[in-house]
């Protein structure tokens, strides 16, 4: 579990510096390697952590993204010590443009998270103990977002080209179950608030 | 007109979608949450017990006179909430009832949802309960929550001279440590001054996660001191007999999606055993 951990910010350090060791000398166009991400996300809560970095692509024209994203969670915060580490997908379904370098973006995600928390209670793989098929896998949730996005674009000549503030609201495939099958679980019930900047360059 | 229709369409789904957003937000009961792995208990639903037993003293001492009792008996709950809800709908209509005994697995995956939803719904109840720990109820951060929502796994009580033991037995989710079967001897060794005296334990002890070690320990220590009946749930099925061929009774809890729930009513030398189906 330690060495998961240190392996994530080992990958997640290397893709930070390596998208800002390019492209400091301003006459130069330089073309980034696939693994470069496109911008940094800094997220606070979501069920996917109390706090949350990501590397963000941009796949399909502005349009679609994907987000590697890891959570942490101390224990202080949920007493227990939770780590998640999510595959997130975002459609930017508008753009509503405000002035020439503002906009404001709604947008829908759905995501796969694995979540690991202390001991042997939470699982992708059945632990031996118990006979095959007793539990199924719990580790494994499906997150979907919906949210706004405001962004500013700056000079596309400077090292930062955009960021976008941004709130969402979010839940799971678990909380949708419970929705679903229990009369008396409500909408609000399930439904969870998150913040975050995602940073372009 | 084709693409008045289409502007039209986009229109009503960016405002459905702006609804959402908007609903989501200032709806959200708790506006942040970090996980569904968490294991916070928020303050309003710790020490659960705690306020059961002083609702169960007061109502002692209000029905003293009265020796004779019954108590309703429900398990292994999971996510069968509709089925809860109605259960405790059906409790609330005896009004014999004097309290509620939960035989396990309150929740599905030891979720802080899961067990949020089940406080819900049982403390509707218009008498005090109490629950044992069920092998669901330690999966993820589980068993912390069990101890803050309700407090520590192993506890008895006393009501109008009988003897309540909840007894936490589970063994797999638990890592395979022992059951502590040193405290539950200290609690029946002094058994031979109640009236009746019951055993309550998730796991019956025939089933899958006791070894035949374990299995005779817990059938020597109902057979040798003053046990009226063993009670269970875990296996959902209703069973009640002398499973061991002896003198003693147990009672394994059918789930509460069978749609019934079962009354003791304590005697002064015998108890009667009845299932209410709703």
Known sequence: MKMKSNLIFLVAFFLLFSSLSHATDTTKVVKKNWITPDFLTFQYAGNIGAYIAGAGYNIYKDIYNLDVMYGFTPKY?????????????????????????????????????????????????????????????????????FGLKFQKTLNPEKRIKAFEFYFLTTTNDLYLKYYVKYRNVYFKDIFTLALGVNIFF | MLLNLKKLIFRIFNLIFLYIIIIGVISCENVFEYSPYSGHVQGKDKDTRLTNLEKLSIQEKATSENKTFTFALISDSHTYYNDLDDAVLAINENENIEFVIHGGDLTDGGMIKEYEIFHNIVSDLNYPYFTVIGNHDCLANGLGIYKNMYGIDNYSFTYKDCKFIFFNNIIWELGYIEPDFFWLQSELEDTTSYEQVFVIAHIPPWSDQFTPVYSKLFEHFILTYNVSLSIHGHHHDHYFGCYFDDEKEYLVIGSVDKRYYCTITVFQDSISLDRIHY
Do not use: W
């Open chain 1, 77 to 145: 915060k949920a007493d227990a010590t939770i780590h998640t580490f999510c595959l997130m997908n975002t459609i930017n379904i508008r753009k509503f443009k405000l002035k020439t370098n503002k906009t404001i973006i709604p947008f829908a995600g759905l995501g796969i998270s694995v979540n690991f928390a202390d001991g042997e209670h939470t699982f992708v793989r059945l632990p031996k103990q118990y006979p095959e098929g007793y539990y199924a896998p719990n580790a494994i949730r499906l997150n979907l977002n």
